[in-house]
């Protein structure tokens, strides 16, 4: 018999829920002890799930229950198709995450002089947890994305691939652009101390 309360809450998770959250929903152990099978509306979902959903290991945990539980899409088993590009994915163009990126890095008052230095982890962590705070969708969006092994704790945040897009935001951001966003922001300061290497 159909678990109704934990299939509520699965339904709002695949509708609203992070990455993580549903990666734990479509998980085959978690549908099969609440029979969720034999709600339609849950099969739906993983299905769904299984064929289109934005986060890596989400797709491939969706696919996996849905082939041990023999859940087909029009009849046909569901096979783990390609992710799609990111910046397809989140309907932006490479240089608007860049500059959302940038900014992010400014915010939480990241030295952006001198230009050619390599950013260390905890500058990397401050900018991703600017970026995750300011733009929440689009955060869960990149790291579902691009988190894509599940042998170690999913619930951690640390996510080098955000760390390289950072990094590399940092290094392509010209200087004219870093002197415009100061003008134009007299409330973020350039720290004057740093040496400049244009």
Known sequence: MVNKQEAKRFKEVMKKGLWRERYYMVREKYFTENSLIEDGECRN?????????????????????????????????????KMPNLNKMLHIKPKHMQEILFQSCI?????????????????????????????????????????????GNISRKK???????????????????????????KEYKVNESQDRVK
Request: contains cysteine; aromatic residues 10%.
């Open 107 to 151: 915010k939480v008052g990241i030295p952006m002089y001198p230009r050619n230095r390599k950013l260390n982890d905890d500058e990397l962590m401050l900018v991703s947890k600017k970026f995750e705070e300011d733009y929440p969708v689009f955060y869960d969006k990149v790291d579902g994305r691009t988190t894509k092994n599940s042998a």
């Open 159 to 185: 996510n080098k691939a955000i760390y390289y897009m950072i990094q590399n935001a940092f290094e392509q951001t010209t200087t004219e652009r870093i002197e415009q966003f100061y003008k134009h922001h």
């Open 45 to 81: 979902f993983i299905i769904q799930a299984a064929l289109t959903d934005n986060a890596s290991l989400v797709r491939r945990e969706a696919v996996r229950t849905c082939n041990v539980l023999n859940i087909t899409s029009k009849g046909q088993i569901i096979r783990l198709r």
